[in-house]
């Protein structure tokens, strides 16, 4: 069946310092990936969407690739802050009515 | 432009009665998206909907889980019977009439169940 993963493990990294989050997708050849972040309590907010067509995409300090040979995705925070602090989701599409196939996330915490 | 809006923040329920999860999507959104969410596991999801219609529910349990998006009001989630299985934060997920393919997906806030 289709699968997302994420590594569960905490991502723990000092401010100022690029974290490097990783999406690895299984059984399946995803058109898109999309990556949330999700604050304790809160709803998922989308950040980033990269088509399959696409090696790279960039939204101000956030860098998405998408390596369809790795079958992964790789998701960068450049220039760390303490707010960005928070779990983030990786996504993909489920077919033709637009559901989405969640990961469960990697806690990242940085450190001042 | 109001998000998308979910109501109760928080439900507490005894085993055994019914949960009703409300949902009004944002705006001009007239497709609407229910996902669970389990302690340390991802989203999984439930149900898709449309006004009057349900299109995918391909991930909803086969019994005491029912969801409906009339024409007027918001959507709600049903859950009868609750059992302590089914505590866990529900999240709304909207979308515009006739969505894009590859467009994101707005998330309500969530209702967090708790069944004792």
């Known amino acids: 069946s289709q699968k997302i993963e994420q590594n569960s493990e905490a991502l723990n990294i000092q401010e100022g310092k690029t974290a490097t989050l990783t999406c690895n997708y299984?059984?399946?050849?995803?058109?898109?990936?999309?990556?949330?972040?999700?604050?304790?309590g809160r709803g998922p907010v989308f950040l980033l969407l990269i088509r399959e067509n696409e090696k790279e995409k960039r939204k101000e300090r956030l860098k998405v690739t998408f390596d369809t040979t790795l079958k992964q995705s790789l998701f960068h925070i450049t220039a760390s802050q303490p707010a960005d602090s928070a779990t983030y989701l990786c996504a993909s599409d489920g077919g033709a009515t637009n559901k989405l196939i969640f990961g469960t996330g990697t806690l990242l915490a940085v450190q001042p | 432009n109001a998000g998308v809006m979910q109501n109760p923040r928080h439900l507490v329920r005894r085993r055994g009665q019914e949960a009703r999860l409300r949902c009004s999507p944002m705006k001009g959104h007239s497709h609407v998206y229910w996902y669970r969410q389990l302690p340390e596991?991802?989203?999984?999801?439930?149900?898709?909907?449309?006004?009057?219609?349900?299109?995918?529910?391909?991930?909803?349990?086969?019994?005491?889980?029912?969801?409906?998006?009339?024409?007027?009001?918001?959507?709600?989630?049903?859950?009868?019977?609750?059992?302590?299985?089914?505590?866990?934060?529900?999240?709304?997920?909207?979308?515009?009439?006739?969505?894009?393919?590859?467009?994101?997906?707005?998330?309500?806030?969530?209702?967090?169940?708790?069944?004792?």
Do not use: H
């Open chain 2, 41 to 116: 596991e991802g989203l999984k999801f439930m149900v898709y909907l449309q006004k009057e219609n349900i299109i995918d529910e391909s991930g909803m349990p086969k019994e005491r889980f029912s969801a409906e998006f009339p024409k007027e009001g918001p959507s709600i989630l049903r859950i009868q019977q609750v059992v302590r299985g089914d505590s866990a934060a529900y999240f709304c997920a909207s979308s515009p009439p006739s969505p894009r393919v590859n467009t994101e997906a707005f998330f309500g806030q969530g209702t967090r169940l708790t069944v004792v």
């Open chain 1, 26 to 40: 299984t059984n399946y050849s995803p058109a898109y990936l999309q990556w949330y972040r999700q604050d304790p």
